[in-house]
């Protein structure tokens, strides 16, 4: 089993920033593949963005290009998500997956592993 832990939510204003992180333990190995999705009252999960592991490669969803960063710290087994130039729009609860597969992938059924959520209110 993986666990995840999600911190660093907020209230913050339209404009401003906020960095999310999350700290996975367990059987860490097995997994490739991290990713962020969030949920809006009344909405789907959607995804926000992923990262490999091992390569680093990264992959956003077009609402967010250019304003979330998702990095990672292997020794710390962390990953983070920078949110920048926030947006009404982006208030949601923010989830941390795990992937055990090698292929990044965007759907909610592709990760194995969701942290508990954590709130981001961006206000007007």
């Known amino acids: 089993q993986v666990q995840l832990v999600e911190s660093g939510g907020g209230l913050v204003q339209a404009g401003g920033s906020l960095r999310l992180s999350c700290a996975s333990s367990?059987?860490?190995?097995?997994?490739?593949?991290m990713g962020w999705f969030r949920q809006a009252p009344g909405k789907e999960r959607e995804f926000v963005a992923g990262?490999?592991?091992?390569?680093?490669?990264?992959s956003y969803a077009d609402s967010v290009k250019g304003r979330f960063t998702i990095s990672r710290d292997n020794a710390k087994n962390t990953v983070y998500l920078q949110m920048n130039s926030l947006k009404p729009e982006d208030t949601a609860v923010y989830y941390c997956?795990?992937?055990?597969?090698?292929?990044?992938?965007?759907?909610?059924?592709?990760?194995?592993?969701w942290g508990q959520g954590t709130q981001v209110t961006v206000s007007s």
């Open positions: 367990g059987r860490t190995f097995s997994v490739y593949n």
């Open positions: 997956a795990a992937r055990n597969g090698v292929v990044a992938a965007t759907t909610i059924g592709a990760y194995n592993y």
């Open positions: 990262i490999n592991w091992s390569r680093g490669s990264t």
